[in-house]
């Protein structure tokens, strides 16, 4: 018995420290294999966007590049780009340690709140969600830009609870969520909401400093947009303007199902996050029913006497949620945010006099999932990847689902309450077994990506040994980002269908005919066209080689 409680002793003093490494060892592998399995694949159409404007920050820019992508993400990989290394595997590696930057600051975000198995176990789960798993490394802006964000929401609440100096931290960090990808601007609704019900322990002036310092991260970008646009906003434009945030033009789908993220929820978690969520209301179940055997008369509820003030504040919200749910997938998305805005605000109000213990964290994070699936149900485009904003909040959610089980149900050795270790150890099972079957199956699901970036990098070879001259001559290409990259020149871009969407396959897909292709190509004094479409016939080009489904045209 001894031994038993000197070695539990022995890890609790140093817990924090030993699982913190831990988790970082784990998630650093999982980062190197995935990254690994994306060289394999190759960059998909967004990461070469990036890549092109890395090129553009490096100053070895080729002439094209698509700078309505937020900067900073180019712009770290540019870094790199600077240093010597040239190369696609620079953005994935830019990328992988963002995401471990950021499950480190889930881990300590979550201790916050809970102890640090839960804390650990939840930041596990974050980074082998198969949704985030899924977009590792792959050099996109999602999961940079929520690593910056609980970052951001980490240090919003210290500066609440501890030091207001950490807004000079939490609203930087912000804007670098921000420009990493602009729709991660809705985090200012979680924060505004936490500072608001807080405002007695908020220092006005620290807060008017830490926006100040983040402003200062915001000009630079806006001095360049004006050079370049002669607008400084034109880049954000398509965030404020409409409910698009980065779009993914090659793997969109337009869906008005304002449901979707949540149909999708059990394939975005995984048998993990699934079997959390049954473990918690099971067990909560049981708890409650063996409650309600030993006392049928107990109160579960201390409902204090409600007055006038809190009969009114009832009604208000009881209206604003009606309305909520009423206009939900109908209103612009900024009216549905500011309406749930509301709905918080006054449900803090209300929830005060029932001493629910850290009601406003996690009104917090509640509002950070919200903020986040309003905007990305209300809009019609639908990517999988959206949900990756959302993850951290779920996992918040789920991890306090587990604490609350521990505390109810104790299972003792030696007086020592088991319950959370219990968890954690099938959970951690369920874990690395679900991922020896998810990342392989991750490279066999993108063959097809990587088929693409092998064709049209062998066509893009091909035609700078056929013609050293190419780039004086006007090239088009139906992967204008793909051969823009290959060939560091300037690539046009040619049309798209009516959707938007680019079809690998007949042209009879897109609404125009092969002769207004053909004239098109001709007008703008195309010399060369890179094509994914099968039956082409242009009378004023020949095909002059192909690669798989890539075929190079020249004009006659």
């Not at 592998?29 to 994306?38: C, E, G, N, W």
């Not at 309505?68 to 040239?86: C, E, Q």
């Not at 394939?267 to 067990?283: E, N, P, R, W």
Request: positive net charge.
């Amino acid at each position: 018995m001894g031994s038993l409680s000197n070695s539990h002793d022995i890890f609790k003093k140093y817990c924090s420290y030993i699982l913190l490494a831990t988790l970082v060892i784990i998630v650093s592998l999982i980062t190197y294999y995935r990254i690994k399995i994306q060289i394999d694949i190759g960059p998909i159409w967004d990461t070469y966007d990036f890549l092109s404007n890395a090129l553009l920050f490096a100053g070895q820019g080729t002439g094209y590049s698509d700078l309505t992508r937020p900067p900073v993400l180019s712009f770290l990989t540019s870094i790199l780009f600077r240093l010597g290394y040239t190369y696609s595997t620079s953005i994935f590696i830019i990328d992988g340690l963002l995401f471990i930057f950021g499950v480190i600051g889930l881990f300590l975000l979550l201790k916050i709140q809970f102890n640090d198995t839960l804390s650990f176990l939840g930041s596990l789960l974050y980074a082998t969600f198969p949704i985030v798993i899924s977009f590792v490394g792959v050099g996109l802006s999602d999961i940079s830009s929520v690593s910056f964000t609980i970052w951001a929401i980490y240090f919003t609440i210290l500066a609440v609870k501890r030091n207001s100096k950490f807004f000079y931290l939490s609203f930087p960090l912000m804007m670098l969520a921000f420009l990493t990808r602009y729709p991660s601007a809705l985090i200012i609704f979680p924060a505004a909401l936490y500072i608001l019900i807080n405002m007695k322990s908020v220092k006005i002036k620290d807060a008017i400093i830490g926006i100040s310092a983040s402003l200062l991260l915001l000009i630079p970008v806006l001095i360049f947009f004006y050079e370049v646009f002669g607008n400084p906003f034109y880049s954000f434009l398509n965030f404020f303007g409409s409910s698009s945030g980065t779009v993914s033009t090659g793997t969109f789908t337009y869906n008005s199902n304002i449901f979707y993220f949540i149909e999708q929820l059990p394939s975005f978690i995984g048998a993990q996050g699934v079997t959390v969520f049954i473990i918690t209301i099971l067990c909560f179940i049981m708890y409650e029913f063996m409650n309600f055997k030993r006392s049928k008369s107990k109160k579960l509820f201390n409902i204090p006497q409600i007055d006038k003030n809190t009969k009114i504040k009832l009604i208000l919200f009881t209206i604003l949620t009606l309305v909520f749910l009423g206009t939900f997938g109908r209103l612009f998305w900024m009216e549905s945010e500011v309406l749930f805005f509301l709905m918080g605000y006054i449900s803090y109000n209300l929830s005060k006099n029932l001493n629910i213990k850290n009601i406003d964290i996690h009104l917090l994070i509640f509002t950070w999932f919200m903020a986040f699936f309003i905007f990305h149900s209300v809009y019609v485009i639908k990517d999988d990847r959206y949900f990756v904003t959302m993850a951290p909040a779920v996992v918040y959610f789920l991890i306090f689902g587990l604490n609350t089980i521990s505390n109810r149900i104790e299972l003792k050795i030696k007086n020592i309450n088991v319950t959370s270790y219990l968890f954690s150890i099938i959970l951690i099972s369920m874990i690395f077994v679900s991922l020896t079957f998810y990342l392989p199956g991750i490279q066999e699901e993108n063959n097809n990506h990587k088929i693409v970036d092998e064709n049209i990098g062998l066509a893009s070879q091909w035609l700078t040994n056929y013609d050293q001259d190419y780039k004086n001559k006007v090239i088009y290409s139906d992967l204008w980002p793909y051969s823009g990259w290959y060939l560091k020149t300037n690539v046009k871009i040619t049309p798209t269908s009516k959707d938007g969407q680019r079809y690998y396959g007949d042209i009879k897909n897109y609404t125009f005919s092969q002769q207004d292709f053909n004239n098109f190509l001709v007008n703008n004094n195309a010399y060369y066209y890179f094509s994914i479409l099968h039956r082409l016939n242009l009378t004023s080009y020949q095909p002059i080689k192909q690669f798989g489904n890539v075929t190079i045209y020249k004009k006659l």
